[in-house]
C-alpha cells in the first residue's frame, strides 16, 4: 500500500546537509517527493511511496544526520500526487 505524507522539521536542519541526507536516504528507498529548506528556518519534506519505506523516512527524519537538532516534526497526512523522483527545491 501506497502513502503520502508532507513533514516539517524544525531545529538546526539548515547548513548540517540534512536535505542531501533525506534525499539520499530517499533514493534508498524508492520513495518519491521533494524536500526544501524553508525561510523560518526549517525543512518541509513531501515524501510518497510504499507505506513502510515512507514510516522509515519519516523516523530517519526524527533522528536527521550527524550536526543536526530535531526539535519538532510536524506530519501531514496527503493524497498521493504520483510523483517520479525525489527532488532538492530552493525557496
Known amino acids: 500500500m501506497k502513502k503520502a505524507s508532507r513533514i516539517y522539521i524544525f531545529g538546526t536542519v539548515q547548513g548540517v546537509f540534512f536535505r542531501n541526507f533525506v534525499k539520499e536516504n530517499a533514493e ?16 518541509e519534506a513531501w515524501l510518497e511511496g510504499d ?3 515512507v ?22 497526512e496527503e493524497s498521493l500526487q504520483e510523483m517520479k523522483e525525489f527532488k532538492i527545491l530552493s525557496f
Open 51 to 53: 507505506s513502510k519505506a
Open 55 to 76: 514510516e522509515e523516512m519519516i523516523e530517519l527524519c526524527k533522528k536527521g544526520p550527524e550536526h543536526s537538532v530535531i526539535n519538532r516534526l510536524d506530519i501531514v
Open 28 to 43: 534508498k528507498k524508492k520513495v518519491k517527493g521533494y524536500i526544501r529548506n524553508k525561510e523560518d528556518g526549517s525543512v
